[in-house]
C-alpha cells in the first residue's frame, strides 16, 4: 500500500507562485511513477506533470516552461513548483503514484489541495 499527503496549496494572485509536496509513506519503493493531476469545476481530471523512478519528466502542454516537478528520495517526497500562475490553473490538484506491475501494480491519490489563482 501506498498513502500520499499533499500540502502547500493556497491561494495566490495571476503571476504569483506556488509549491505543492506530495509525501509518501508505506510501500514507496514500488512505486514506478510519482504525479500530479489537477481537476477543475465541471472539467475532467487531467495530468499535470508526472516523474518516473528514473527521473523522466512528463509534462502537460498548458503548463510547459511554468511548472518544474521534482523528488527527493531520501524524503519520499515530490514537489510541484507553479511559477506564473494563472486563473485556468484553479483547481483541486491530486498526487497520484502508479506501482510497479512487478509489484502488484495499482494507482494511489491523495486527498487533493486547492490552489486558487485570482485574476
Known amino acids: 500500500q501506498v498513502r500520499l499527503v499533499e500540502s502547500g496549496g493556497g491561494l495566490v494572485q495571476a503571476g504569483g507562485s506556488l509549491r505543492l509536496s506530495c509525501a509518501a509513506s508505506?510501500?514507496?519503493?514500488?512505486?514506478?511513477?510519482i504525479g500530479w493531476y489537477r481537476q477543475a469545476p465541471g472539467k475532467q481530471r487531467e495530468l499535470v506533470a508526472s516523474?518516473?523512478?528514473?527521473?523522466?519528466?512528463n509534462y502537460a502542454d498548458s503548463v510547459k516552461d511554468r511548472f518544474t516537478i521534482s523528488r527527493d528520495n531520501a524524503k519520499n517526497t515530490v514537489y510541484l513548483q507553479m511559477n506564473s500562475l494563472k486563473p485556468e490553473d484553479t483547481a483541486v490538484y491530486y498526487c497520484?503514484?502508479?506501482?510497479?506491475?512487478?509489484?502488484?501494480?495499482?494507482?494511489?491519490w491523495g486527498q487533493g489541495t486547492q490552489v486558487t489563482v485570482s485574476s
Open positions: 516523474i518516473t523512478s528514473g527521473g523522466s519528466t
Open positions: 497520484h503514484a502508479r506501482r510497479a506491475v512487478l509489484a502488484g501494480g495499482g494507482d494511489y
Open positions: 508505506g510501500s514507496t519503493f514500488s512505486i514506478n511513477t
